[in-house]
Nanobody, 125 residues
Framework: QVQLVESGGGLVQAGGSLRLSCAASGRTFSSVGMGWFRQAPGKEREFVAS????????VYADSVKGRFTISRDNRKTTVYLQMNSLKPEDTGVYYC??????????????????WGRGTQVTVSS
């Protein structure tokens, strides 16, 4: 029921910033929260950050702590990922997804669904 569309990706130099948006429609209230994942060329899709609908508690991958910030609006219509101090290793396709299984804090892809189609982030050195 939930449909997600990512936007905001692009090409940026190392040290720069981007803000990704995930527009949600449908029954977002049925999900635990929202998360961002990314997939670099030749690598598995990995967890980046998540936020709960109820408390806005957040979880971050160690690789992005202190640099990325996930947030949401109060109407559960949009989730954001503010990315600062970007590094070339942050390059990849970024996906948002709804957490539909597991408890808060899960980083497993299997607990997320309704995946968007992704937005490309490229960080040049």
């Amino acid at each position: 029921q939930v449909q997600l569309v990512e936007s905001g990706g692009g090409l940026v130099q190392a040290g720069g910033s981007l803000r990704l948006s995930c527009a949600a429609s449908g029954r977002t209230f049925s999900s635990v929260g929202m998360g961002w994942f990314r997939q670099a060329p030749g690598k598995e899709r990995e967890f980046v950050a998540s936020i709960s609908w109820s408390t806005s508690n957040t979880v971050y991958a160690d690789s992005v702590k202190g640099r990325f910030t996930i947030s949401r609006d109060n109407r559960k219509t949009t989730v954001y990922l503010q990315m600062n101090s970007l590094k070339p290793e942050d390059t990849g396709v970024y996906y948002c997804a709804a957490q539909i299984d597991g408890g808060y804090g899960s980083t497993s892809r299997s607990d997320f669904g309704s995946w968007g189609r992704g937005t490309q982030v490229t960080v040049s050195s």
